[in-house]
């Protein structure tokens, strides 16, 4: 059965994350892959904050140079998208039975880094000109602003659903960035359609996870601010890497769906609705 409506798609995504968690339940180390990707990324800022690359302190936007920052956001796009693309593939090979480790999953991506390394060029391009969109709203103001805001996220949510499976894509067809995106749009439209039914959940589920987090961190922070603080980052960070995992997994298994295999784990009906057709709106 179907479920309709937001109450529908919860429970759809439910659904799916309890067949992501047996997954994980197999493959533990898999969460390490967004915790490796967060600390090298807070590496990266760690090197540029002394470095004195970005002047973080400046009140004036216009006095911080774009080169720096445009450098920032692709080294941060590229480590986040190389070790996604790690566990991906190692998704990939737990779906299709094998037996996944760190090591094959980041051997896996560094076979495919060149191809890596240009999305994440076309990930921080977009990524700067649908800010620059924004920017732009906001310094406008008023009504005009508002609605250029708003076409601003409806055509970076359009970008999102286009390039949906470009990394599974990626690492499992060994095709690149322009190819990827092409093929992902295709697959996106001939599997699902243009509704998609599940788009919250697991977003929905990252902000449960940090209301909880923070009201630990709360309840600590009674006792001793400064471990109320540490134990509030602790369960942030490990249920949103938890989360993070869940939805690399997910992906895979939708790709694999999408090219007509049987994800282990998954049931066929699962994956068909966590998707609606065209059809199935009119």
């Known amino acids: 059965m179907v479920n309709g409506g937001f109450f529908g798609n919860i429970s759809n995504t439910i659904q799916l994350m309890k067949s992501c968690v047996k997954i ?39 006095e911080m140079s774009i080169i720096p920052v445009a450098i920032l956001i692709f080294g941060a796009n590229f480590i986040i998208v190389f070790f996604n693309s790690a566990l991906i593939s190692a998704a990939l090979e737990r779906l299709r039975g094998g037996d996944p480790n760190i090591s ?25 000109i649908f800010a620059a969109i924004k920017a732009n709203g906001r310094n406008r103001g008023g009504v005009g602003g508002m609605m250029t805001q708003i076409f601003a996220s409806f055509l970076e949510a ?39 039914a599940a788009n919250f959940g697991f977003g929905i589920f990252q902000i449960i996870a940090m209301l909880i987090s923070f009201g630990i961190g709360w309840f600590f922070g009674l006792i001793n601010g400064t471990f109320g603080i540490a134990v509030g980052l602790l369960c942030a960070t490990t249920s949103i ?31 068909r609705t966590a998707y609606r057709t065209s059809s199935a709106m009119a």
């Open 241 to 271: 890497s938890i989360i993070y995992t869940l939805e690399g997994i997910y992906k895979a298994a939708l790709y694999e769906h999408a090219l007509g295999e049987k994800p282990l784990e998954f049931e066929e009906q699962d994956l």
């Open 158 to 196: 359009g970008w999102a659903m286009m390039t949906f499976f470009v990394v599974p894509i990626i690492v499992s067809e060994n095709i690149g960035p322009m190819s990827a995106i092409k093929r992902s749009s295709s697959l996106f439209k001939q599997t699902w359609g243009n509704q998609v």
């Open 24 to 62: 994980l339940k197999k493959d533990r180390e898999l969460i390490l892959f967004p915790i490796m990707a967060a600390i090298f990324v807070i590496a990266l800022l760690g090197i540029i904050y002394t470095t004195g690359s970005i002047n973080f302190s400046s009140d004036n936007e216009e």
């Open 104 to 128: 094959s999953g980041l051997s896996h991506a560094l076979k495919h880094v060149h191809h890596i390394f240009f999305w994440s060029i076309i990930v921080t391009i977009m990524g700067l």
